[in-house]
């Protein structure tokens, strides 16, 4: 059964105006709508909002979003090559960032250890 936007953003927590701002921009070419212009979600659409949630949680850009999504629109523009860099770059900077986080975290855990270590003397 399809989903309205609220309830949509709703269940995946996004804000309605995002939404309609990731309609605007291609991110969901097959999204249908109803006999008033509403917008109806399908599992589909879902599915790729959750998608670009994701990818959004990882800072990658709109632009680089379009390029991965423009297989929906049947856009044969971006390569699967180029949906395969964009992809594999933003794991290798993910990557880096839990190499920082695992860092900061350990730096974290050793000062946490050293002043409980102080409270104890």
């Not at 589909?44 to 390029?67: P, Q």
């Not at 929906?72 to 090559?81: E, G, H, M, W, Y």
């Not at 594999?88 to 050793?110: G, P, V």
């Not at 946490?112 to 270590?117: D, L, T």
């Amino acid at each position: 059964m399809a989903k309205t936007i609220k309830q949509a953003a709703e269940e995946l927590r996004i804000p309605t105006d995002t939404i309609r701002y990731y309609d605007r921009v291609g991110l969901l070419p097959n999204l249908q709508r109803n006999q008033n212009g509403y917008r109806l979600f399908s599992d589909d659409d879902m599915y790729t909002l959750e998608m670009i949630k994701c990818f959004r949680a990882t800072n990658m850009s709109i632009e680089d979003l379009t390029k991965i999504f423009a297989f929906q629109s049947n856009d044969s523009k971006v390569s699967l090559t180029e949906r395969l860099r964009i992809i594999s770059s933003q794991r290798e900077n993910l990557l880096e960032q839990r190499k920082q986080i695992d860092e900061a975290l350990a730096l974290t855990d050793y000062k946490i250890k050293r002043y409980k270590e102080k409270l104890k003397n």
